[in-house]
């Protein structure tokens, strides 16, 4: 055993040794200058043909001001916020240096410094940030140099000055002039409080969302959060006696912001683009948005120059020809389009439409809108048919999930109005309150013939009869609905309602890009590819991220071919002609959503898949009523279609896109499935004669088809805000409601956002009933 003296030898050298160390590293780091941070290059952007697109990232505007030009508002709310003992403190917070270095140790993430002083040097180190021991301790030593060697004021100011506050803006000067185009002098006190919102990070703060990067971060909860934390800071001003009540209490609300792009190289379609290529480069390489934005990266992207144009040109023609804001101010306000075009082969995404420009319109409706996609959905339904079968009704349902029957698109369900929905073994379908499910089609028709009503499926998606559709989803499975959906390429949390009949008529809002990667699933005959907009980046040290594709096998060729087979009858006879494009085989779906609010056609040949929307949504940034808009009357219509201007738009695209391009044939689909209800019956057509009660219960908003619960909302209240779903996936809250709460199929959010809603008008639960105020919760979606 060795002796006190040694031990005690020991660990007297061994704390001398760290001394020393601690010494030396003190003595070799240097208090930061923070005219030399933040210093950025540009990023420069191709287009898929190896031209550039665009140089940015690089124009950061920061002008470094004196203290004395900053308001002591703002000096106070980060104060509040960050550091309360900021003017008192050595500069360090030992337990939070300790808690980092541990998790280094353990090899999880480093942690922001905790102090003012400490955010001050991390900021000035951008240069190096690796997430390693020695630069973690380097960081630490400059930290213990400055809060002994700088005034404070001088650490204010230069954290003020070097601070990231989104936007491109670092510093207090470029951020006032970012978000309230002023100078940093000028600020009140509640603009600073909501400047020092941001300082948590913009992504999750700024109101103008971010969805891009994460689809938590949409305008809605943006806004809630950067409020919340702006009233936290300026409560906290006048608790620490930095700010009178009576002030205070002027600031209740987010002051009126300036529109987030100023840069006219991003003007048009480009901001859009550029958005997608980096959002991709965030979500899925090792480069994190601070190093993006620092620049010297060369993004190769997959947007066909070309084809952008020609999307764009194709909707402003439509716009151009149609919309008349001034004409009919009622009905022409606010109307947006969306589209994107996805490579079938690779999943590259081509082509989007965001807006009308993205400096002046800055969702991107390519990507996150909220628009529900009504019966675009249907076949999705119709491949869990055909690939994981019908439950045998005889059987309970554990035995049920195993015994199946395929379906073949010859199979016939009934195409009655007001269809008493039923669960697959026979019982009536209903809702937690014991209320029934009535489904009605468009326009209040019965297809088929009596008493039956039976219409073959390939008829069906032809004629977009609602309840043979509602119903065969619930004799599939709405489990096995949903999960095809997600194997064609939608996001799960972009799919709501998923336990309601009307989740088969499309109630959920995925993004064009989406809707158009999961028909492509289809044109490549049941392989799967992610949709990407990124095939390259590079720096000065070389490749850093090259895409690779993972093609999944989502269906089987046998049940894709014959999805595309019942498509091609929508274009060529059905719903869809005005998709039709000459000497080539299209396949496609329309769809129109209840209440009029969004219309969609999704179509594609083997080469291109193509998604349309078209919405009314007033969602400025400042707007706190944020809702979709009814589209009766809009261009001069009774009423808008997915046939009528998205067909349009997507036609006129599509035939320049493809004038160069062979025009190929669909695989021949083989036989697949049974007949279920196979027997003679004459070609189905609508219903010569309607009931009394169909009569009766027909009102203005034909598109309807989801019963109404009540008259009166439930808690909890559903909002009017819409749900923003993004490329990389979507956030659970908001979207279209109407009254009717859980029993219209709500879907509570996970945050405080609004309530995750359907559709305004339908016919009611129970008994045939009428619903109120023309409000059923899901459902309507037309064709």
Same mark, same amino acid.
């Given at each position: ?18 001394? $020393? ?118 960081? +630490? ?6 809060? $002994? ?47 020092? $919102? ?413 998604? +349309? ?24 219509? $009774? ?9 349009? +738009? ?134």
């Amino acid at each position: 055993m060795p002796s006190w003296k040694l031990v005690t030898g020991l660990c007297i050298g061994f704390m001398g040794s760290l001394v $020393a160390l601690a010494g030396i590293g003190y003595a070799t780091v240097t208090v930061p200058d923070v005219a030399k941070t933040a210093t950025a290059q540009n990023n420069v952007y191709y287009w898929a043909d190896g031209k550039e697109m665009v140089r940015t990232g690089g124009e950061i505007n920061r002008q470094i001001v004196n203290l004395d030009s900053i308001p002591k508002e703002m000096q106070y709310a980060v104060v509040s916020q960050e550091n309360k003992t900021f003017w008192t403190d050595s500069g360090i917070d030992p337990k939070g240096i300790a808690r980092a270095v541990f998790n280094m140790a353990r090899g999880g993430q480093t942690q922001g410094g905790s102090t003012i002083t400490q955010q001050y040097v991390k900021n000035a180190m951008l240069n190096d940030q690796s997430q390693t021991l020695s630069r973690k301790f380097k960081e +630490i030593f400059v930290a213990i140099k400055v809060g $002994a060697t700088v005034r404070k004021d001088d650490i204010m100011a230069g954290y003020l000055n070097s601070a990231y506050y989104g936007r491109g803006a670092y510093g207090i000067q470029a951020a006032a002039r970012a978000y309230f185009d002023k100078e940093a002098k000028d600020l009140n006190p509640g603009e600073c409080a909501f400047l020092a $919102a941001m300082l948590k990070g913009a992504t999750y703060y700024d109101p103008a969302g971010a969805t891009s990067i994460d689809p938590a971060a949409t305008p809605e909860d943006n806004t809630r959060r950067a409020r919340r934390q702006m009233q936290d800071t300026l409560d906290k001003m006048v608790e620490y006696g930095y700010l009178d009540a009576s002030v205070r209490d002027k600031y209740r609300d987010l002051p009126r912001l300036k529109n987030p792009r100023s840069n006219t190289q991003l003007s048009g379609q480009i901001g859009y683009l550029v958005d997608l290529a980096r959002a991709y480069v965030i979500n899925n390489t090792e480069i994190t948005a601070d190093q993006l934005q620092q620049g010297g990266y060369q993004i190769h992207t997959t947007f066909d120059r070309k084809k952008v144009e020609q999307l764009e040109k194709a909707v402003k023609k439509v716009y151009k020809e149609n919309i008349d804001p001034e004409k009919r101010p009622k009905t022409d306000t606010h109307v947006q389009f969306g589209g994107a075009s996805v490579d079938p082969k690779t999943g590259a995404i081509v082509a989007v439409y965001g807006g009308e420009d993205a400096t002046k319109h800055f969702t991107n409706n390519a990507d996150a809108t909220g628009a529900q996609v009504g019966s675009t959905f249907k076949p999705f339904v119709l491949a869990a048919a055909m690939q994981d079968g019908i439950r045998n009704p005889n059987l309970g349902p554990s035995q049920a999930q195993d015994e199946r029957t395929q379906v073949s698109p010859k199979s016939r369900f009934s195409g009655k109005n007001k269809l008493k929905i039923k669960e697959y073994d026979g019982r009536i379908w209903r809702n937690e309150k014991g209320e029934e499910w009535l489904q009605v089609n468009d326009g209040n028709v019965s297809y088929g013939t009596p008493p039956d009503y039976l219409i073959d499926l390939r008829e069906a998606m032809r004629e977009s009869v609602n309840s043979a559709f509602v119903q065969l989803g619930m004799d599939v499975g709405l489990d096995k609905v949903k999960q095809a959906a997600i194997n064609a390429g939608l996001k799960e949390d972009s799919l709501t309602g998923t336990n309601y009949p009307s989740f088969s008529i499309g109630i959920s809002h995925p993004s064009a890009i989406r809707m158009a990667s999961a028909y492509a699933t289809f044109a490549a005959s049941g392989k799967q590819n992610e949709p990407f907009s990124v095939t390259r980046v590079e720096n000065k040290d070389g490749v850093l991220f090259k895409h690779e594709s993972q093609t999944k096998q989502a269906f089987t060729k046998k049940v894709a071919d014959n999805v595309t087979d019942v498509l091609k009858t929508v274009v060529e006879e059905g719903t869809g002609t005005n998709a039709q494009l000459p000497g080539r085989e299209v396949a496609g779906k329309t769809g129109t959503t209840d209440g009029n609010k969004s219309a969609w056609f999704v179509g594609y040949t083997p080469q291109l898949s193509t998604a +349309i929307s078209m919405f009314r949504l007033d969602d400025d940034a400042n707007n706190k009523s944020r809702q979709f808009l009814k589209m009766f009357g809009t261009g001069g219509q $009774a009423k808008i279609h997915g046939a009528s201007f998205p067909a349009e +738009i997507w036609h006129d695209y599509m035939l320049e896109a493809l004038k160069n391009e062979p025009a190929i044939p669909f695989p021949e689909p083989e036989p697949i499935g049974e007949i279920v209800n196979a027997k003679p019956t004459s070609t189905p057509t609508p219903s010569a004669t309607q009931t009394e009660e169909e009569k009766e219960e027909e009102v203005e908003e034909t598109p309807s088809s989801s019963p109404t619960p009540s008259e009166t909302e439930t808690s909890p209240t559903p909002t009017q805000t819409p749900t923003r779903c993004g490329f990389f996936g979507c956030s659970d809250n908001g979207g279209q409601t109407g009254n009717g709460g859980a029993n219209g199929g709500v879907s509570p959010s996970p945050t405080d956002g609004g309530d995750l809603g359907g559709n305004d008008n339908g016919n009611g639960f129970g008994g045939g009933s009428r619903g109120g105020g023309g409000g059923g919760f899901f459902g309507g979606q037309g064709n």
